[in-house]
C-alpha cells in the first residue's frame, strides 16, 4: 500500500499531536520567560521563529538573565543541541533519495518531537512517500511552537505571575515520556542515571557546563558498558 | 558589556541547522564510524536526562526532595505512567493533570 502525499501530510500532523500537548505550554512559558530575561518581542519570536530548539531556547534565555557572554550561549547551544546529530544519522538511509530541496527543511524540523514522531513510521510502512508524513509532523509542531511562543509573549505581559503557573513542567514531562522507553538495558539504564546524578550534583558549576558534564560522562558510561558485557558474551 | 541578541540568534540558528543538517547535506556519500554510532546512541536519552532531572529535583535551583516540591510528584506519576503504559500522550496530560491539581489542590 502506498498512501498519497496527502493522506501521509495528514496522518504526520494526527501523529504530531500527543507532543503538540507537552509544546505548548512549554512555548508559552517560554514566551514569558523571554521578556522576563529583557529580550523584546521580536527577538523572542525570532528564536522559536529562526532557532527552533526548545530546550536550547530556554538554556540560552536562562545564560542571557544571567548575564553569560555570546560565546558560551552558542557553545551551549551547539552542546544542548548535538543530540540532533544522532536523529540525522539514524533517519539518513530514509532521506537520501530527496534531492536538497526536501532535505534542507526536512534538516531544519529535526527536533526531539519530531523525530519521536517520524521515525517509528519509517520503521513501520516502507512508503516511498514518507518524506510527506515527516514534513507534516515537521509543520504541525513549527506552527504550534511559535504560536505558543506568541501567546506566551501575550499572556506574560498581560496576566500577573504566570511564569509561577509551573508551566515549564510540560517540558519535563515530555521528555521523561521520551526517555522511559528507551530503559530497556543496563547500559542504557546505567548511562541515563550517571547523566541524572551528575546533572543535579554539577548544577550550580557557572555556563551550564554541568550539562555537558552530566550528558558526556551518561553517554560514556553506557558505551563502555555496552563495549563490556558484548566482550564478555564473545569470551 | 551588552548582548547582541540578533547576532547571538542568527549564531544560535547556525549552530542549530548545522548539526541537523550537516548529515542530511551529503547522505549519499556519508558513513558514520560504528563505534561513534553506538556512542550516539545514548546521546538522546542522556541529555534529556541532564536536562529534566534538575527541572524536577530542583525546581528553584535548590535540591528539593520534599512532598512540597509538585514537580518532583508530577515527574513521579510521569515515570511511572511512561513505563507501564509506553504512551507518550498518557504520560504528558496523567502528570500534568496530577502535577496542576497537587499544586492548586493539596499545597
Redesign the interface.
Known amino acids: 500500500m502506498n498512501d498519497s502525499p496527502k493522506t501521509l501530510f495528514v496522518k504526520g500532523i494526527i501523529d504530531a499531536l500527543p507532543l503538540i500537548v507537552g509544546g505548548v505550554p512549554f512555548g508559552i512559558i517560554f514566551g514569558t520567560l523571554a521578556l522576563n530575561a529583557g529580550l523584546d518581542s521580536w527577538q523572542t519570536i525570532g528564536l522559536s521563529s529562526i532557532v527552533f530548539a526548545g530546550s536550547a531556547q530556554f538554556v540560552a534565555v536562562g545564560m542571557i538573565a544571567a548575564g553569560t557572554s555570546l560565546g558560551f550561549i552558542v557553545g551551549a547551544t551547539l552542546i544542548v543541541n548535538l543530540r540532533h546529530l544522532i536523529y540525522a544519522a539514524s533517519l539518513l538511509p530514509h532521506i537520501k533519495h530527496l534531492p536538497q530541496r526536501w532535505r534542507i527543511p526536512l534538516g531544519f524540523f529535526l527536533i526531539d518531537e519530531v523525530y519521536a514522531a517520524t521515525y517509528p513510521n519509517y520503521l513501520k510502512n516502507a512508503n516511498s512517500n514518507n518524506h510527506w508524513h515527516y514534513l507534516g509532523v515537521g509543520v504541525a509542531f513549527y506552527l504550534s511552537w511559535n504560536i505558543a511562543t506568541v501567546v506566551g509573549i501575550l499572556f506574560g505581559a498581560n496576566i500577573e505571575g504566570i511564569a509561577d503557573w509551573g508551566l515549564d513542567f510540560a517540558m519535563s514531562a515530555t521528555f521523561i515520556g521520551m526517555v522511559m522507553p528507551h530503559l530497556i538495558n543496563k547500559p542504557m539504564v546505567a548511562g541515563v542515571l550517571t547523566s541524572a546524578v551528575l546533572a543535579v550534583v554539577t548544577y550550580s558549576l557557572p555556563h551550564k557546563i554541568g550539562l555537558v558534564i552530566a550528558s558526556v560522562a551518561g553517554m560514556a558510561v553506557g558505551y563502555a558498558l555496552e563495549q563490556r558485557l558484548s566482550e564478555k558474551e564473545r569470551s | 558589556?551588552s548582548?547582541?541578541?540578533?547576532?547571538?540568534?542568527?549564531?544560535?540558528?547556525v549552530?542549530?541547522?548545522g548539526?541537523?543538517?550537516?548529515?542530511?547535506?551529503r547522505?549519499?556519500a556519508?558513513t558514520?564510524p560504528p563505534k561513534l554510532?553506538?556512542?550516539?546512541?545514548?546521546?538522546?536519552?542522556?541529555?534529556?536526562?541532564?536536562?529534566?532531572?534538575?527541572?524536577?529535583?530542583?525546581?528553584q535551583?535548590e535540591?528539593a526532595l520534599t512532598a512540597n516540591n509538585?514537580?518532583l510528584v508530577?515527574?513521579t506519576v510521569?515515570?511511572v505512567v511512561?513505563?507501564w503504559k509506553?504512551?507518550?500522550?498518557l504520560?504528558?496530560?496523567t502528570?500534568?493533570l496530577c502535577?496542576?491539581a497537587y499544586?492548586w489542590l493539596v499545597l
Request: aromatic letters at 12%.
Open positions: 558589556m548582548l547582541n541578541i540578533w547576532l547571538l540568534i542568527a549564531l544560535m540558528a549552530v542549530t541547522f548539526i541537523r543538517y550537516a548529515l542530511y547535506a547522505a549519499n556519508v558514520l554510532e553506538r556512542a550516539l546512541k545514548y546521546s538522546a536519552p542522556c541529555v534529556l536526562t541532564a536536562i529534566w532531572v534538575p527541572a524536577v529535583m530542583m525546581p535551583g535540591l509538585p514537580y508530577g515527574a510521569a515515570i511512561a513505563l509506553k504512551n507518550v500522550l504520560t504528558i496530560v502528570s500534568m502535577f496542576f499544586k
